[in-house]
């Protein structure tokens, strides 16, 4: 059974050291998506938006390409040929964030993670709204290096799991109004309620900003909805 690639042959399944011969990569389509980062451009200082809404991310400090496709595919070592990710280490994206839900409206954010050290201090993987109390969105890995949920200085939502054992991890981060839940390779790993009035801001960011700490690690496939 072949899922999206128009060149599969009976023979496909063979080599089973790739998922090139049986799979493609989908491009979203989701009237929801709002950005999508595959990141597999490998050279450059920007990586394209392939949600249709053109929100390019932009680096800010040197981009450092890795040679091979990111993330690991049902929990197995497999990954595509080609491909690239992005080690982040003081550097970071900025991308567009007018459009992006404000309030307390609904939101998910989908991405890949690998990293080995948690830091002294929450390290940002996602920021959207102001860094005023209750007016931000933030995604972060916090000091025992679980996926952490902020408004920006109250309430906190945390997954209680450490993610930072040198595998690449599928995070999910969801909420429904003010409640909020975290998957870790589509495990439910917190729960919580956040009262969040995401301001309206100009600029999002992964992976760092420049006023804060910025994440060590790995990241790939980025995808954000509202």
Same mark, same amino acid.
């Given at each position: 059974?072949? $899922?999206?690639?128009?060149?599969? !042959?009976?023979? %496909?399944?063979?080599?089973?050291? !790739? /998922?090139?011969?049986?799979?493609?990569?989908?491009?979203?389509?989701?009237?929801?998506?709002?950005?999508?980062?595959?990141?597999?451009?490998?050279?450059?200082?920007?990586?394209?938006?392939?949600?249709?809404?053109?929100?390019?991310?932009?680096? +800010?400090?040197?981009?450092?390409?890795?040679?091979?496709?990111?993330?690991? &595919?049902?929990?197995?070592?497999?990954?595509?040929?080609?491909? %690239?990710?992005?080690?982040? *280490?003081?550097? &970071?994206? !900025? /991308? %567009?964030?007018? #459009?992006?839900?404000?309030? #307390?409206? %609904?939101?998910?954010?989908?991405? &890949? +993670?690998?990293?080995?050290?948690?830091? *002294?201090?929450?390290?940002?993987?996602?920021?959207?709204?102001?860094?005023?109390? =209750?007016?931000?969105?933030?995604?972060? +890995?916090?000091?025992?290096?679980?996926? *952490?949920?902020?408004? &920006?200085?109250?309430?906190?939502?945390? =997954?209680? @799991?450490?993610?930072?054992?040198?595998?690449?991890?599928?995070?999910? @981060?969801? =909420?429904?109004?003010?409640?909020?839940?975290?998957?870790?390779?589509?495990?439910?790993?917190?729960? #919580? @309620?956040?009262?969040?009035?995401?301001?309206?801001?100009? !600029? *999002?960011?992964?992976?760092?900003?420049?006023?804060?700490?910025?994440?060590?690690?790995?990241?790939?496939?980025?995808?954000? $909805?509202?």
């Amino acid at each position: 059974l072949y $899922y999206g690639n128009s060149n599969a !042959t009976a023979g %496909s399944d063979t080599n089973l050291d !790739t /998922l090139d011969n049986i799979f493609t990569k989908k491009l979203e389509t989701d009237a929801t998506l709002l950005a999508e980062y595959h990141m597999d451009e490998g050279i450059g200082v920007s990586t394209v938006d392939t949600s249709g809404n053109n929100r390019t991310a932009t680096f +800010v400090g040197n981009p450092v390409w890795q040679v091979n496709d990111g993330g690991q &595919w049902d929990g197995i070592n497999k990954q595509f040929n080609f491909g %690239s990710h992005l080690q982040f *280490a003081g550097n &970071w994206l !900025t /991308l %567009s964030g007018t #459009g992006f839900p404000t309030g #307390g409206n %609904s939101r998910t954010i989908t991405f &890949w +993670v690998r990293a080995t050290v948690a830091q *002294a201090n929450w390290t940002i993987l996602f920021l959207t709204g102001n860094r005023v109390s =209750s007016q931000a969105w933030l995604v972060a +890995v916090d000091p025992q290096g679980n996926i *952490a949920l902020s408004n &920006w200085g109250q309430s906190v939502v945390s =997954s209680g @799991v450490n993610i930072c054992d040198g595998n690449w991890h599928f995070i999910r @981060v969801q =909420s429904i109004l003010n409640n909020y839940t975290i998957f870790i390779d589509e495990v439910n790993r917190g729960t #919580g @309620v956040m009262t969040t009035n995401t301001a309206l801001s100009a !600029t *999002a960011y992964i992976g760092g900003h420049p006023d804060e700490n910025d994440f060590t690690g790995f990241m790939d496939g980025v995808r954000y $909805y509202n």
